[in-house]
């Protein structure tokens, strides 16, 4: 069978919720898409959240993100639309997750093609002025989160107030000053 498009652009095989694209001699019928010809030039990007952290998100909230092929750069745009249910990750995953749909700021047709795979921040809000360490250098201590902080007199630890937190940073309300120097807990020294 030959169908003609009537638009110019790049073929893409589109595959199911598993990931599997047609291949000959498979069983089709009226509504499955097979392939899809995509015009380069103004791309979008689906995108998924987990559970935990769904409830953060809503259409609008800025984003950046970065191709596993390209990860040197950084790429904007904003949440479109956050789909409406929870689902299964796929049929191997049971980790439930929320799909959204991204507008990308640029489209980068030297790097970015259909399909591929990124990670990416999406800014839900913003303190100013914080204070801000890595969360590998807050350790719980028997009054409290602490640091090891750096002294005139050497390492020492000391318990600091914890405000806001993501899965890679904590923000600090008290117990540092900006310029302090502090430990990771897995070993070298961090200055915030």
Not at 42 to 53: P, R, Y
Not at 138 to 158: A, D, L, N, Q
Not at 168 to 178: N, R
Request: with cysteine; glycine share 10%; hydrophobic share 35%.
């Amino acid at each position: 069978m030959e169908v003609a498009t009537s638009n110019s652009g790049t073929v893409i095989y589109e595959t199911d919720w598993e990931g599997n694209k047609k291949a000959v001699g498979d069983r089709c019928w009226v509504g499955v898409k097979i392939l899809e010809v995509a015009n380069l030039n103004k791309m979008k990007a689906e995108g998924e959240v987990d559970e935990v952290d769904s409830g953060k998100v809503k259409a609008g909230q800025k984003i950046s993100l970065r191709l596993d092929a390209a990860p040197e750069i950084s790429y904007t745009g904003q949440v479109k639309s956050v789909w409406g249910a929870l689902q299964v990750k796929s049929r191997t995953n049971p980790l439930k997750i929320i799909k959204l749909d991204i507008s990308l700021d640029k489209t980068d047709t030297r790097h970015m093609m259909p399909g591929m795979r990124f990670s990416g921040t999406i800014e839900t809000g913003t303190v100013k002025d914080a204070i801000i360490i890595p969360a590998s250098c807050v350790k719980s201590g028997s009054s409290g989160p602490e640091v090891v902080k750096k002294t005139i007199f050497g390492w020492h630890s000391r318990n600091i107030r914890t405000g806001k937190r993501s899965k890679d940073e904590v923000q600090i309300l008290s117990g540092l000053k900006e310029g302090d120097r502090v430990l990771e807990i897995a070993g070298g020294e961090t200055a915030k």
